[in-house]
């Protein structure tokens, strides 16, 4: 099954959740309303065509141009996305990548990081990648087991890979730039 064929499949058994797709990619994927993540995963891991049974990883990418010189020029409105890359056992070679679009801050109150539902009950892995991305970009993964940073301490405050991250000057008493 070719991805543009994979694509054909989500778009007709999900429809409008499918947001928007590119089969010519590097990476073939599809863009997913965030709401219906876990019934579109579940889908791809169950169906029998399809069987995507192992979740490579997740990333999280800050869309955002700090410099307010390049904005007009960045192309895009600030946001967060989430993507999951995907591959099967069953049919070797065949990979595919979800992805979210979301906004960079819920409700558009700085500090109120966005949200995705989790997807550790479908894929046991997305347990420590959900962590990682929330951790490092700050993404809020709703009904995940235990959402606790995984890579930094626990008191540290704030989310390094978001681009308007400010590294404090010390921490705990170490120089930190």
Sequence with gaps: MTAGEIIALLQSQFGAV???ARAGALDPFVTVEPAELVNVCVFLRDD???KFALLNDITGVDYLEPDPKKVAKAGFEPHVEVLYHLSSFAFPGRRFTLKLVLPRWKGDQPGQLPEVPSLSGVWK??????R????LVGVFFTGH???VRILLNDDWVGHPLRKDYEFPLEYHGIRCR
């Design 132 to 135: 990682e991305v929330y951790d």
């Design 145 to 147: 087991p235990n959402l």
């Design 48 to 50: 029998s065509r399809l």
């Design 18 to 20: 499918i947001a928007g």
């Design 125 to 130: 892995t997305a347990d420590w990648h959900e």
